[in-house]
């Protein structure tokens, strides 16, 4: 497929918008095209059809987050602080992009199993670096050298999720950015007295 990376990034962004608004189901290629200000045939010019230009989606987005943690991991923090900017980067993408938090937390779950796949495939490089805090938390002896690595990455990652879900379900009425210490507080320390 051509891609004029401007354009290619002109309908992501409209795709971004138009499925926020209207639903991935209700989201025709026709509104995307519209949104985008370019003719519909120019979309499949970079995309096959709607699921490729969700997978697009989440993989043009999924990569702000990846690259937002890797410059997490270049750095030379210890893993409180690793962890701490990680949910709060994960928290200002989606805080700062409301359409984008939109279709992350509601949208992409309502899509088939066959696209949940692909989806997840793009996740993978995501949690492989969170599992790399995780495992350097251990080696340091910040983290308990009995955490099962699996399960940790489901707590912090699940928390987060849930926590943005949370928020776009009740239409974003508060500040996402002020839940980040509590959220790493509690991950880290629990609700232990």
Avoid at 2 to 26: C, S, T
Avoid at 162 to 184: A, C, F, G, R
């Amino acid at each position: 497929m051509k891609r004029d990376r401007p354009k290619y990034k002109q309908i992501i962004d409209a795709a971004v918008i138009v499925i926020a608004e209207n639903g991935y189901h209700q989201a025709q290629v026709s509104k995307i095209a519209k949104e985008a200000g370019v003719a519909d045939g120019t979309i499949y010019l970079y995309f096959k059809n709607k699921e490729d230009i969700l997978i697009s989606v989440f993989r043009e987005k999924m990569a702000i987050f990846t690259t937002n943690l890797q410059d997490v991991l270049d750095k030379d923090l210890d893993t409180s602080e690793r962890l701490l900017r990680m949910i709060t980067n994960h928290f200002r993408v989606l805080h700062e992009d409301r359409h984008l938090a939109i279709v992350t937390q509601l949208e992409l779950r309502q899509s088939g199993k066959k696209l949940r796949l692909r989806i997840n495939e793009v996740l993978k490089e995501y949690l492989d670096l969170l599992d790399i805090v995780l495992l350097e938390g251990i080696k340091s002896g910040e983290l308990s050298s009995t955490l099962d690595i699996r399960l940790g990455r489901q707590m912090v990652f699940g928390t987060i999720d849930e926590t943005i879900t949370s928020w776009v379900m009740n239409d974003q009425k508060y500040d996402l950015m002020k839940l980040s210490p509590e959220v790493h507080r509690l991950l880290l320390k629990g609700m232990k007295a």
